[in-house]
């Protein structure tokens, strides 16, 4: 395989690793108003194992430094399939997506008797 086959893939990989947790962190205020506490636990745990991941390569994705190897190109999407301002404010805006989230699955747990 050549470097930009490689290259492809990795971003395809990445950027199906971007939809699942972006759906996770999008899906975690609906589980929770809906009452359905076990899945938004779930859901945030999952969100917070990533965090765990990108905390420990110093807040990038281990996909990044791989697509690194097979390009010069370093804007801010070189390494997946999203629009540049979107790939440039990911962290912020979905970071600030999932702690409204879990704020707010506190508030619908605490709601409906803090139980499971």
Known sequence: MNADARLRAIKLAHTLVW????GCVLAL????????????ALLAGAVALEVLVLVFNRLSCPLTALAARYTEDR????????????AR???RIF????????????????RDGGGF
Request: proline share 4%; with cysteine.
């Open 19 to 22: 939809v699942f947790f972006a």
């Open 29 to 40: 205020p609906f589980a929770a108003w809906l009452g359905a506490h076990r899945l938004a």
């Open 75 to 86: 804007r801010a999407n070189f390494d997946i399939y999203l629009p540049l301002w979107l």
């Open 89 to 91: 404010n990911n962290q």
């Open 95 to 110: 970071g600030s997506l999932y702690f409204a989230g879990l704020a707010f699955a506190l508030l619908c747990w605490l």
